[in-house]
């Protein structure tokens, strides 16, 4: 079992910068594949990235390619996404999730068993 706790979120004007930090407690997390998702207002929670065991792995929303980095350092217990060029589009409450194995985890919700409480991300035109 994991348990995952989000920081790093705040206001931020468009075209700005944000990392969100998610620390995770246990000794097993290189066992998890580990993922973020958002959710904004009257909206159902997205799909943001997702890295895998080793962080040899990543995949992104087309949404945020190009600007999101996902990462993650093991023997730290931590994960990041680093959010460039903001849009206020962007503004959601972001989740950070874990996923037990070591395959690489489809773009959905049901995927992940693990999530944190969420950190609010608030983007300004």
């Known amino acids: 079992q994991v348990q995952l706790v989000e920081s790093g979120g705040g206001l931020v004007q468009a075209g700005g910068s944000l990392r969100l930090s998610c620390a995770a407690s246990g000794r097993t997390f290189s066992s998890y594949a580990m993922g973020w998702f958002r959710q904004a207002p009257g909206k159902e929670r997205q799909f943001v990235a997702a890295?895998?065991?080793?962080?040899?792995?990543?995949d992104y929303a087309d949404s945020v390619k190009g600007r999101f980095t996902i990462s993650r350092i093991n023997v730290k217990n931590m994960m990041y996404l680093q959010m460039n060029s903001l849009k206020p589009e962007d503004t959601a409450i972001y989740y950070c999730a874990a996923r037990y194995g070591l395959g690489f985890p489809r773009p959905t919700e049901d995927e992940y068993r693990y999530w944190g409480q969420g950190t609010q991300v608030t983007v300004s035109s």
């Open positions: 890295i895998n065991w080793s962080g040899g792995n990543t």
